[in-house]
Nanobody, 119 residues
Framework: QVQLVESGGGSVQAGGSLRLSCAAS????????MGWFRQAPGKEREKVAT????????YYADSVKGRFTISRDNAKNTVSLQMNALKPEDTAIYYC????????????WGQGTQVTVSS
């Protein structure tokens, strides 16, 4: 079955960095768009970044552009999110997700990892 396991969350001060990783299994990773989403308390889930199968086409939410970088390793079935210059408003549970080839629909989700940024 599909499994997405996130790691790398934690607590950091504003301006700091964290790197999230997601290990995927149970599906053909090399033809799947992967994404990172986040949900803060009382807010709707937000798409943070996506990366298409070959790794050349990426999307970033305006709120993270220039600070976050999504990458994937198709040999290891992993996707990562490097988060720099973190802000308190980045505090949320971050979820790894697997979608269709065009990144238009995400149907499989990890359990989430907490990121807390203090001011």
């Amino acid at each position: 079955q599909v499994q997405l396991v996130e790691s790398g969350g934690g607590s950091v001060q504003a301006g700091g960095s964290l790197r999230l990783s997601c290990a995927a299994s149970g599906f053909t990773f090399t033809t799947t768009c992967m994404g990172w989403f986040r949900q803060a308390p009382g807010k709707e889930r937000e798409k943070v970044a996506t990366i298409r199968s070959a790794g050349f086409i990426t999307y970033y939410a305006d709120s993270v552009k220039g600070r976050f970088t999504i990458s994937r390793d198709n040999a290891k079935n992993t996707v990562s999110l490097q988060m720099n210059a973190l802000k308190p408003e980045d505090t949320a549970i971050y979820y790894c997700a697997a979608g269709n080839v065009f990144c238009s629909r995400f149907t499989n989700w990890g359990q989430g990892t907490q990121v807390t940024v203090s001011s």
